[in-house]
Every structure is written in structure tokens, then in C-alpha cells.
């Protein structure tokens, strides 16, 4: 399907003020100490891509389980918004493999649905697109490649209700817990009381089922990892030797978060043309990449109602591993 169809629209943030973006938290982050990168940086194409293919490893119960729920539980979920003209918006939708589940049954409610998309990856959106639309003719698709404040931004400008926002993949433990607030906050601010919001959270649980999640016998994460050392090369002018790096990731239970990290393998020094600047690393020495909060009830309830929000339904598997939380506005 040529992406001409009248039923596709993709609107993209300026490329360049995000690759200026790009830049200057590089040089920030490789200053501070210790030193950190932020995770939003793991997806241009490439990592995208690998992502993608993390979320089909055995190891990664997150997304096999998340399906799982979604499969049970999905005309539960579509009861509760019975509006004739609902639009789903999807934050961090990757390839929208999950949300067709959504899309099926609000198509099958409403009969026609207008799915917004929101990814940082404009290539992942078409491909995602181009598949919804081959196998949903009364589906539209207006994409947005931006970070999530843009969309959150662009969603507010459009006046689009009555809506269900949709995070899935536990997407928000990403953030740290006041930033999850925050986050959350800003959605609650342009949700109509009719509005809902499906949110995705991994749960707590042992140590042996969480840490190869991040660390996989294939060591695609640790490619996915390594990939934003490439995305610096490739795109910065940066002269990192990947050789001399490895990735890892292990749960910190005081924090209640898996974190991942880029080490160094001996003393040595990176350069960043774009920057200008040359960055020294000691043996053993990491940048920090990415946080993966794990989440107890009583921690969610301190959130949602931080943010606003009321739950109003909980679906969960029976090992309780992964919960999928419907939110309306408090």
C-alpha cells in the first residue's frame, strides 16, 4: 500500500531541533557525574528495530504478557468508552502490534476509528500504518513523530475527544517517580471527564525473572544499548570504539528499578566532533542509559492520585506480574 492513502496523515516534529536537542543532551549528560544519556535516545531507526525484536525474546515477558491481558479483558476495556466517534491515541506506539487489539474492538463498537499514534521514529510509524490500514479499511491514521510533550501538545490543539490515551508496555517507569507524576499530570490536563487513559505497568517480582529481561542470552538489549554509542558516531562525529564497551543491566531493589548501563572497558577517551569535546572514561566507569521502575500497588496509588487520576479498573495475569490500569480524570 502506497502511504498516499487518503487515510494517513504524519506530521513530524523538526528534525532540526531535535538533532540540536540530541547534541546538547549528549554533552551534558557525558559532563555530569556520573555520567547519563537519556533513554529517548535509544530510538532512532536502528534502535527502534532492535526493540522491536526484543519485545518477541523469551526472556521479555513484558509484552507476551501485556497481549495476554489485552486478549482476556479487551471488550471489558472497550465497554467502558461507548462513544460513536472515539479517537485512540497511543503514546510510544512502536509498530502498534498490541494496539490492533484496541483498534479491532472500537472498530467493531463504533464501526470507524481515527488512530493517533505518537512515536519518535517516523519510519516505525509508516510501517505501522501501512499494515492497520491494509487490514482495517475503516480505520484513519494521523501519526505524529515527536517526543511525548509535543504530542501531548499537538493532541491539546486538535481538541480531540472523546479519546482514549493509551501507554502501554510500561512505558512510564522510564521516567523517575516525580516525572512520572508530571508526566501523567499533563495527560489528566487534556482528558474531558469522558476521556479514559490505559496505562501499562510491569510489577515487582523476583530478581531472576526481571534481570534477564534486560540482559538476554541473544544480547539483542545489549546491542539496543550499545546502538546509542553508534547513534553518537553516526550522527555527532563521535569515535567511540563499541570494543571497548559492554552493556549492563540488574535490578536495584532499594530503588525498585532495573537500570541499564554502557561500562567502559579500561581507561580510555572518546571525541565528539560536533561538540567539540573529548570525553574521558575510567575503567568500570558507566553512562547510565535507562531506568526501568518496577511498581507495587501501593506505589501506583501514590501516583495516580499525585497526578489526578482515579482508576477506575485493573486487569492483571495470574502471576500478577504485569497490571494494566483504565484512569480517568480524579
Known amino acids: 500500500m502506497a502511504m498516499q492513502d487518503p487515510r494517513f496523515l504524519l506530521e513530524t ?15 551534558r549528560g557525558l559532563s555530569a557525574a556520573p555520567k547519563r544519556i537519556p533513554s529517548v535516545y535509544f530510538y532512532d531507526s536502528i534502535g527502534s528495530e532492535l526493540f522491536e525484536k526484543i519485545c518477541t525474546l523469551p526472556e521479555y515477558y513484558i509484552t507476551r504478557t501485556e497481549k495476554a491481558i489485552l486478549e482476556t479483558h479487551i471488550h471489558d476495556i472497550a465497554r467502558f468508552q461507548n462513544g460513536s466517534d472515539l479517537s485512540l491515541v497511543e503514546f510510544g506506539s512502536g509498530s502498534s502490534y498490541k494496539t490492533r487489539l484496541l483498534i479491532q474492538a472500537f472498530l467493531q463498537q463504533q464501526g470507524h476509528l481515527t488512530y493517533r499514534p505518537i512515536d519518535i521514529s517516523d519510519s516505525i510509524l509508516r510501517e505501522g500504518a501501512r499494515r492497520l490500514l491494509n487490514d482495517f479499511p475503516a480505520l484513519r491514521v494521523h501519526a505524529l513523530a515527536a517526543e511525548y510533550d509535543d504530542g501531548i501538545r499537538k493532541i491539546q490543539q486538535a481538541n480531540v475527544s472523546p479519546k482514549i490515551l493509551v501507554f502501554l508496555g510500561s512505558n512510564i517507569g522510564n521516567f523517575e517517580p516525580p516525572q512520572a ?81 554502557i561500562e567502559s572497558i579500561g581507561q ?44 477506575l479498573q485493573h486487569w492483571q495475569d495470574a502471576d500478577g506480574y504485569f497490571r494494566l490500569n483504565l484512569l480517568g480524570p480524579a
Open 268 to 311: 580510555q577517551q572518546a571525541h565528539i566532533a560536533a561538540l567539540d569535546r573529548t570525553f574521558a572514561f575510567r575503567a568500570g566507569e558507566t553512562i547510565h542509559t535507562e531506568n526501568s521502575y518496577k511498581f507495587t500497588p501501593d506505589m501506583l496509588q501514590s501516583i495516580f492520585a499525585a497526578a489526578g487520576l482515579k482508576r
Open 181 to 261: 507524576v508530571d508526566f501523567l499530570n499533563k495527560m489528566r490536563h487534556i482528558m474531558q471527564p469522558r476521556d479514559l487513559l490505559l496505562l501499562g505497568t510491569d510489577m515487582v517480582k523476583p530478581r531472576h525473572i526481571l534481570e534477564p529481561a534486560y540482559d538476554d542470552a541473544q544480547q539483542v538489549t545489549a546491542q539496543f544499548n550499545l546502538n546509542l554509542l553508534r547513534r553518537i558516531n553516526r550522527e555527532l562525529g563521535g569515535d567511540f570504539d563499541l570494543s571497548r564497551f559492554r552493556h549492563r543491566a540488574f535490578f536495584n531493589e532499594t530503588e525498585s528499578r532495573i537500570e541499564m548501563h
Open 13 to 27: 516534529s523538526p528534525r532540526q531541533n531535535l538533532h540540536a536537542r540530541f547534541a546538547q543532551d549528549v554533552l
